[in-house]
């Protein structure tokens, strides 16, 4: 009876400890962030600045802040290489090795790859790609615009301005082509002539034969659709030795990266593009001191996805995937690296592009 | 009938570039039989060295360009001696030997990705001088990758066929058990066709930094291109890459004439598909038969 009740004591003893353990291991488990992104390739120099970084550093201001509810956020950069095969390996790494909370994932290939296995074991997926499919997925969000309001985006800025003939080369991409679409689609309603549609390889370097094809249509302004600086550069410097210079020329944002005027030089001026406006204030006071450059719409929008995700987090007061997700889509009044934005209960950003110039001899001048 | 004409153009100059790498392939595959995938990593490590002599050591172009190379065909040098030869001691294969090519480019392209990053690194920027002919245009640059590559060609041509040396690479091309009987060294020349082959694909390197500038995965692609104008032109005849090289450059740009530019690598492959299907020797096979009887 007395050996009995001595090992009745030291059960008490140890359960009671156990139970404190996994009070304080519940306490303190930090909260996982699974990147999966470019980080080697051609493009994983951009991705490092304008994705990568962005997004650990917004988890580092998390930290700074004093965690999530007091636990410490973890980031967990895998290389998705910018496929689905690879894509389809890291998000089963993270998932099933890392226990990840949540996946911060681009581009569209890996993400599409990552879409079902995140599905499965029930854990959302934010992105900053811009394919629509990801909105469609219970368990995605974007915070990105997706590719046909980028394509709408375009259309406004061609009608607005009363073009006339209008020519597209895109990357052969599925985001790329809904943008060209929806740009397409809006143009031809609004009785505006597509006098050449041309498209290219994603890594592709020669752009000579389809720069020919639209210098023979003689358009009054061309649509240039690209993810990469180099690729502008290279298709800038093929134009003007090709002879063409058509009166406008629009772009995406990431004609702003230095890549561009590297390759190109003063090419670069006066060339138009779409972008997401990142905030001045932001930028001078978080991201260029620690990072030593600017941030462009996609880095902005790394770190805000980032950033307003954990502010969900903390704000639903739990650990559940689903009403952390259902309250990020419904945060009111998160104000961050691109002003103040939020879903507005859909799981796709309401943040607009506006119209922006290359200021010759560098820097960007918004177009009112 | 100006777009058709400025296509070809256009092919002409892409295929100037493409005949320096594909003559350097093909004098190596002739004489040491290794399907040499490797050259695309010689002529990314050239574009390096060319764009470091230039831009940051502030070399001018007269002595950049033959130290890029003289450095180029030691490099091809220490591949040979490091990769190739130590495989052959052992009893490596072709098969062997391409893969050992390949897994060096990959490797290549990977230290080239740590140590410069993967943008692309720059020696000028902007456009370059153009000539319009009628309604053509053509840069000053290609203007000089056709006249490079033809007297290249020349000059490699007068070597092989009026130099000692020259004639021991053609030997051991033509019959590598034969050619050791009249005293030639195979491995010696091995060596010194790598070494060649090198310093055409550096000519390459330098045309295509100036124009493009340099970035990791370039001789990716490239080298693979200038296969199969090897391919085209017909193995064993030099000539035959050249040719090779200029009917693939035209070929790429023509494929998107009538059709969607979605359909450029389909096209152009499915030509060269049915060409090899229809002729597999290549444009000079016959002749290369004959040559060989």
Redesign the interface.
Known sequence: MKIMTGSGIALCVVAALSTTTIAAAEDTTPIKIGLSQIA???????WSRQVNKPALLAIDDANKNGGVNGRKVVGILEDNQGLATTGAAVAHKLIEIDHVNMIFVAPTPAVLATLPIAETAEVPVISTSISPKVAQSPWGALAQPPADRQGEAYAKFVIAHHFQRVADLTG?SDSDTIASNAFKSALTKAGIKIVDA????V?A??F???L??I??SNPDCFLIQSLSG?TY??IL?QM????FRPPTILTYYQIADP?T???????VDGVYFIEIPVDPEWNARVFRPRMGYDADGNGALAYDAIALYLDAYAKSGTDDPKKIRETMLNYQGYKGAVGAWGYNGQPVTQVQYRVSRMKPGGGTEVVP | M??LA??VL?GL??GAVYALMAVGFAIVFNATHVFHLAHGAVLTFAAYCFYLLVAVAGLNLYLAVPATVALSALFGCFIELGIYAPLRARGAGSAGLMIASLGFLLLCQ?IF?IVF????L?IR????A?F?LGPL?V?SL?LADGVVAIVVFLALQAFLTRTQHGRAIRALADNPQLAPVVGIEARRTYVMVMAIGSGLASIAAVLLTW???V????GFLIVFFSAVAVAIGGHGYLPGALVGAFVFGVL??L???QL???W??GVTFAAVLVFLALRPQGIFGARLNVRKA
């Open positions: 080697s390739g051609v493009a994983a120099d951009y052969q041309e498209t290219y390889e890594n370097q020669d000579t034969a389809q020919t094809k210098r023979a180099a550069g290279f410097k003007a030795q090709l002879g890549q005027r590297k390759l190109a030089g003063d090419l | 100006s777009e400025q296509l256009n100059a892409n990977n990705a990053s993967t943008d692309v720059t920027s902007g456009g370059l153009i319009e245009t840069t290609h124009d493009l500038g970035q990791p995965a370039m790429q740009q494929a998107t004439w969607d530019s979605r450029q690598n």
